[in-house]
């Protein structure tokens, strides 16, 4: 019992362990990629149909963001991937727009950060079980670190 405990104590404090004259060593890192996500107009804000909404976005680390909706009917649809670097970036880059439709009502969006390149798998249907899905795809993107941060506003 002891044993578990020194174990379980030397991984939560990111230490070098040393058990008769074996040394582990590891790297645990619990900070996050994405410091900030929301709308311009802050979660849960109020956007009309046919406005457009922007969205500022802070990352820790360069890396690939995915942008997902899921609609008030349940529909997820993934509407924007593209690479950013360190820093705070209002969303979308270029000259690319997000016009907003129906239908009324919540509007969930969220940013799926990975260091690496997301592969050919899109996030688009009416699911269940969305986390399962969202394992799916990131086991295809062959990601290691990842990060899902969820913001939301309403269309009226």
């Known amino acids: 019992m002891r044993l578990l405990?020194?174990?379980m104590a030397g991984l939560l404090s990111a230490c070098t362990l040393t058990l008769e004259g074996i040394t582990v060593s590891y790297r645990w890192d619990f900070s996050p990629s994405i410091l900030r996500f929301e709308s311009d107009r802050g979660a849960g804000a109020t956007y009309y149909v046919g406005e457009e909404v922007r969205f500022f976005l802070t990352l820790a680390e360069p890396g690939w963001i995915s942008l997902?909706?899921?609609?008030p009917d349940?529909?997820?649809y993934e509407f924007d991937r593209f690479y950013l670097g360190r820093g705070t970036h209002l969303l979308p880059p270029g000259a690319y727009r997000y016009t907003l439709t129906p239908p009324r009502g919540?509007?969930?969006?969220r940013a799926i950060y990975?260091?690496?390149?997301?592969?050919s798998l899109r996030l688009e249907g009416i699911y269940t079980d969305w986390d399962a899905r969202l394992r799916v795809y990131l086991d295809a993107s062959g990601a290691r670190r990842h990060q899902v941060v969820e913001t939301y506003f309403y269309v009226r």
């Open 68 to 71: 997902v909706a899921i609609d």
């Open 106 to 109: 919540l509007h969930r969006v």
């Open 114 to 119: 990975t260091e690496s390149q997301p592969g």
């Open 74 to 76: 349940g529909r997820t």
């Open 5 to 7: 405990w020194l174990l």
